[in-house]
T-cell receptor
Framework: DQQVKQNSPSLSVQEGRISILNCDYT??????FLWYKKYPAEGPTFLIS?????DKNEDGRFTVFLNKSAKHLSLHIVPSQPGDSAVYFC??????????FGAGTRLTVKP | NAGVMQNPRHLVRRRGQEARLRCSPM?????VYWYRQLPEEGLKFMVY????????ESGMPKERFSAEFPKEGPSILRIQQVVRGDSAAYFC?????????????FGAGSRLTVL
């Protein structure tokens, strides 16, 4: 069951520009959303999160936006850097549920 | 302050053999999760365990796969009679408690190759 969907398998942007990664979910019970970043041969590492009581959370170059009515969230990276090149996973969880991940989006930032 | 430790990092098995993957959660974490990543795919939830209890195994294949998290020692994901389709990276994650607001800490993964 694909409760969390990342419809873009890949994204390529120029260094210095904005990267926007999108994620949709279907389970209205989800109340906590996270983004993880994964480099090859490593485990995913936590990047940023947002609670359902907020619509925006910012941490340096990274901002996550949540649109509950549309069941959509996005991660903005600005300015993008070559070191940001990785696979980004969107994840969602609920009080009584486990964390579910999207299929990931491979971001490539070109110098 | 070791993170989530998984071993082996790489495991090669022939079809029909058994694979055992181990996961030691972070110190103080009592919840363990196993995820599988097939080639070119995302992370798929398999099972969620607390000490001596399986909380949710809805993502586990019905046959050949089992998981445990004993009172002492690491969590173990066991795959019996492996087939080529079991080749994947298996990630373990842990958390101190589950409230929906916890961040999972992942291990580096165990890559299983079935010949």
């Amino acid at each position: 069951d694909q409760q969390v969907k990342q419809n873009s398998p890949s994204l390529s942007v120029q260094e210095g520009r904005i990267s926007i990664l999108n994620c949709d979910y279907t389970n209205s019970m989800f109340d906590y959303f996270l983004w993880y970043k994964k480099y090859p041969a490593e485990g995913p590492t936590f990047l940023i999160s947002i609670s359902s009581i907020k619509d925006k959370n910012e941490d340096g170059r990274f901002t996550v936006f949540l649109n509950k009515s549309a069941k959509h969230l996005s991660l903005h990276i600005v300015p993008s850097q070559p070191g940001d090149s990785a696979v980004y996973f969107c994840a969602a969880s609920a009080i009584i549920n486990d964390m579910r991940f999207g299929a990931g989006t491979r971001l490539t930032v070109k110098p | 302050n070791a993170g989530v430790m998984q071993n082996p990092r790489h495991l090669v098995r022939r079809r029909g053999q058994e694979a055992r993957l181990r996961c030691s959660p972070m110190k103080g974490h009592s919840h363990v999760y196993w995820y599988r990543q097939l080639p070119e795919e995302g992370l798929k939830f398999m099972v969620y365990l607390q000490k001596e209890n399986i909380i949710d195994e809805s993502g586990m294949p019905k046959e050949r796969f089992s998981a445990e998290f004993p009172k002492e020692g690491p969590s173990i994901l066991r795959i019996q009679q492996v087939v080529r389709g079991d080749s994947a990276a298996y990630f373990c994650a842990s958390s101190p408690q589950f409230s929906g607001a916890n961040v999972l800490t992942f291990g580096a993964g165990s890559r299983l190759t079935v010949l």
